[in-house]
C-alpha cells in the first residue's frame, strides 16, 4: 500500500477512506494521531498492529463535540461541565466510566473506562464530522518510538501501512495531551499522564485534583496503562543535563576524552559555546520550556540518524509545562541525569 499524503483541503477523501475502514493520521495540536472509526472492530485491531502496540493499551477516542460523547457514557461526574467549558477543544483527555455494549474491548484495553478527547484542530475536528463517527487516535508512531510532531514523523514510520496522512505542518505543543481519570471513588480526579493543561490550570477551574503517586515514585505500578512502557526512546542513549552550560561543558568534555561522540538538544546560547565541541546539535531557539517541549521528539528523531553515541539534552524545572518536558525526557532518558556534582560512568 503506498501512503498518500493529502494537503489539509482534502478532507473529504480521507473522510470517506476512514468510512472504508482505512488508517488516516491527522494533526492535532499535541502531536500527530494515528485515525481509525472507533466504532469498527477490524480498523481498531489494525491500529494496535501496524503500531506495533501492547493489546492491554487503550486509545483515546477522539471527538468533534462533547454531544458525540454522550452516545457512550451515561453518568457524567460534576466537574464534567466546567473541565469541557475550559479546555475543550484543547489538550486534555477525560476518563469516564463507559456505556457498557458500546466500545469494544480492543478500545477500552477491556477496562470499564474509556477516554476521550476534543483536539484543538479545525481540519481535525472537520474530518470527525465528515467521517460521522468518533476515531481513536493513539500516537501515530512505531509503538516505543518519539511521537510525531509533523507528518514526515509519521510517514517515516508507517510509510505503506496506512491509507495516508493529513498533512497540517508541525504541531503546536509537542507532547501529548494531559489525561485526567474522573472516575476515582473519592470524587478528587487524578492526573494520569502530565501534559500541556497543567495541576494548577485544572484546580482553578474545578478545585483539587491529585497527581498519579507513579509520577512522582517510579515504583508504583501506573493506572494509564500506556505510563508503564518505555516509551519516546531513539536508539541512542539520552542523558539529561541539568545546571546549564557548566555541566554542558563538562559532559562534552568528559565524553571526548572518553571518545564517544556526543549530539546535544539545547536552547541557542548553550549550543553557541558547544558546537565546535560536538558531532551534531539540535537547537529549540529560545530558553523556554514551550519551545524545548515543541522540538523535544524532532530532536530526540533527528538526532538519533547522526553518527553520535550518545545525546545530551537539556532539563528544566518540573512545574507547570516542565512536568510533562521532563515527564517525557526521563523516559527517553532512562532516568539517567548528570548534575554538576556527577561522576561519569
Ligand atoms: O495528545 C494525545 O493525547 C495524542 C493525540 C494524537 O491526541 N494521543 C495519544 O494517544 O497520546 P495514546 O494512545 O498514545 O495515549 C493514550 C494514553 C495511554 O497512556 C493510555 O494508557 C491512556 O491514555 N488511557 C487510555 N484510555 C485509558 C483508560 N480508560 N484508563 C486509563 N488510561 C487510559
Ligand atoms: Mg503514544
Known amino acids: 500500500m503506498e501512503t498518500k499524503l493529502f494537503k489539509i483541503d482534502e478532507i473529504e477523501q480521507a473522510a470517506s477512506l476512514l468510512g472504508q475502514g482505512e488508517l488516516i493520521a491527522f494533526p492535532t495540536e499535541t502531536v500527530y494521531g494515528l485515525g481509525a472509526s472507533a466504532l469498527d472492530e477490524s480498523a481498531v485491531k489494525q491500529v494496535y498492529a501496524v503500531k506495533g502496540r501492547p493489546s492491554d493499551n487503550p486509545l483515546i477516542v477522539h471527538v468533534s463535540d462533547f454531544e458525540m460523547v454522550k452516545n457512550y ?94 498533512d497540517d505542518g508541525a504541531t503546536q505543543i509537542g507532547v501529548e495531551s494531559t489525561v485526567l481519570d474522573l472516575t476515582v471513588a473519592d470524587g478528587v480526579p487524578v492526573i494520569l499522564r502530565p501534559g500541556a493543561v497543567t495541576k494548577e490550570q485544572l484546580e482553578q477551574v474545578i478545585g483539587k485534583v491529585k497527581i498519579d503517586q507513579h509520577l ?54 548553550i549550543i553557541a559555546k558547544t558546537a565546535t565541541k560536538v558531532e ?40 507547570g509545562l516542565g512536568i510533562a518536558y521532563m515527564n517525557r525526557l526521563k523516559k527517553a532518558a532512562n532516568q539517567k541525569i548528570i548534575k554538576n556534582d556527577s561522576i561519569f560512568e
Do not use: C
Open 73 to 166: 457514557v451515561s453518568e457524567f461526574p460534576a466537574q464534567t461541565e466546567a473541565l469541557v467549558k475550559h479546555f475543550w477543544p484543547g489538550p486534555l483527555t477525560l476518563i469516564f466510566k463507559v456505556k457498557p455494549q458500546t466500545f469494544s474491548k480492543t478500545v477500552t484495553g477491556g477496562l470499564k473506562t474509556v477516554a476521550f478527547r476534543m483536539p484543538k484542530n479545525s481540519k481535525t475536528i472537520e474530518l470527525i464530522k465528515k467521517a460521522g463517527v468518533p476515531l481513536v487516535g493513539p500516537s501515530a508512531n512505531t509503538s516505543g518510538k518519539p511521537s510525531p510532531t509533523t507528518a514526515q514523523h509519521v510517514y517515516h514510520d508507517l510509510n505503506g501501512k496506512i491509507a495516508g496522512i493529513l
Open 216 to 269: 512522582i515514585s517510579e515504583n508504583e505500578a501506573p493506572k494509564a496503562p500506556g505510563m508503564k512502557y518505555k516509551h519516546y526512546s531513539p536508539d541512542v542513549p539520552v542523558w539529561i543535563i541539568e545546571g546549564g552550560l557548566d555541566v554542558f561543558s563538562k559532559a562534552i568534555d568528559w565524553a571526548n576524552k572518553n571518545n564517544r561522540r556526543v549530539g546535544i538538544f539545547a536552547d541557542d546560547l
Open 280 to 319: 551534531a546539535t539540535f537547537s529549540f531557539s529560545q530558553n523556554s520550556v514551550e519551545a524545548a517541549t515543541k522540538a523535544l521528539f524532532a530532536g530526540l528523531r533527528t538526532l538519533d540518524e547522526k553518527p553520535i553515541d550518545v545525546i545530551f539534552a537539556q532539563s528544566f524545572p518540573e512545574n
